[in-house]
């Protein structure tokens, strides 16, 4: 059982470059999120998704966006890579109800 | 808003010694509360979590009870090993605030042989 795959697992990135953090989950969960941790620090929302067609902000969600086309893929794209967005970006999943959430392994991104 | 506060680490103890993180939370009702485990270079997973006043959470050693009277969900256990050093953290979910996973800061947790 895969659970929440991430993909890559470390990038570099040159300052205003572009990419798609991808995340997928075969749990058939409704609830996915977007996480990023910078060193030493907990973990800040970045954007999250209810369902298919569903997404929202969370705390810190400036310069990133994202999409749910369907219930397995919430990908997360950088649009102009900042040194700011040098981070740890975690992504989860979980049912609609109040259990646990799963997270993926993580991506290492640091932008240079 | 919901937020949970943890005490802020590094926490440094020795084999063996009692371990207790303290984790208070703000909501407006009666949410889930979980508190996940990050060792060095991997993901979160989750350690236990408890669903409703009163309950106790327990796995691997650890514990920690739902105290809706003190808005509190410490982490406790009796004898750690060195293999207990990682980053706790404590969260909530609440489904009257959108069901979003809201975490502690974290308490890194050191413990040495």
């Known amino acids: 059982n895969a659970g929440v795959t991430q993909t890559p697992k470390f990038r570099i990135l040159k300052i205003g470059q572009s990419m798609t953090l991808q995340c997928t989950q075969d749990?058939?969960?409704?609830?996915m999120y977007w996480y990023r941790q910078d060193p030493g620090m907990g973990l800040k929302l970045i954007y999250y998704?209810?369902?298919?067609?569903?997404?929202d902000k969370g705390e810190v969600p400036n310069g990133y966006n994202v999409s749910r086309s369907t219930t397995e893929d919430f990908p997360l794209r950088l649009e102009l890579a900042a040194p700011s967005q040098t981070s740890v970006y975690f992504c989860?999943?979980?049912?609609?109800?109040?259990?646990?959430?799963?997270f993926g392994q993580g991506t290492r991104l640091t932008v240079v | 808003g919901n937020s949970v506060t943890q005490m802020e680490g590094p926490v440094t103890l020795s084999e063996e010694a009692f371990l207790t993180i303290n984790c208070t939370y703000t909501?407006?009702?009666?949410?889930?509360l979980f508190w996940y485990v990050q060792y060095p270079g991997e993901g979160l997973q989750l350690l236990l979590k408890?669903?409703?006043?009163?309950d106790k959470g327990s796995n691997k050693g650890f514990e920690a009870t739902y105290r809706k009277e003190t808005t509190s969900f410490h982490l406790e256990k009796g004898s750690v090993q060195v293999s207990d050093s990682a980053v706790y953290f404590c969260?909530?979910?609440?489904?009257?605030?959108?069901?979003?996973?809201?975490f502690g800061g974290g308490t890194r947790v050191l413990v040495k042989p």
């Open positions: 749990m058939n969960h409704n609830y």
């Open positions: 998704s209810v369902g298919a067609g569903i997404t």
């Open positions: 969260a909530l979910r609440y489904k009257a605030a959108g069901n979003k996973l809201t």
């Open positions: 909501a407006t009702g009666y949410p889930s």
């Open positions: 408890a669903t409703k006043a009163d």
């Open positions: 989860a999943s979980s049912a609609p109800d109040e259990t646990e959430a799963f």
